[in-house]
């Protein structure tokens, strides 16, 4: 493995952590199944969706969302370290 493809796949591995601490969240108002999305800290707090103030809401990591997002980093990563494949001299 060469240099550029050690670098492709820190930051692709850099990439998905920072997906995973910093993830999509859905937030929805009970009767409404109208979802509202954002991005917030793993451990952070959400705003509230615009319905909450008469109505009960809930939230829900996007996972979806989240799945999709790395799904797309690992097959760029993967494709760009074939791309970067030390060719042989034969």
């Given amino acids: 493995m060469n240099t550029k493809q050690k670098l492709t796949i820190g930051v692709g591995t ?4 920072a997906m995973a601490l910093y993830p ?8 409404i199944d109208h ?8 451990l952070g707090r959400l705003a509230y969706p615009e319905c909450a103030e ?11 969302r989240l799945l ?3 799904a797309l ?9 074939f791309v970067f494949r030390q060719r042989s001299a034969g």
Avoid at 24 to 31: D, L, N, R, S
Avoid at 56 to 64: I, M, Q
Wanted: glycine share 4%.
């Fill in 14 to 17: 850099a990439l998905v952590i």
């Fill in 24 to 31: 999509p969240w859905a937030t929805w108002c009970i009767p």
């Fill in 35 to 42: 979802k509202t999305y954002q991005y917030g800290w793993i």
């Fill in 54 to 64: 008469k109505l009960t809401w809930t939230w829900g990591l996007a996972t979806d």
């Fill in 68 to 70: 999709l997002q790395w």
């Fill in 73 to 81: 980093v690992i097959v760029v990563t993967a494709a760009l370290a």
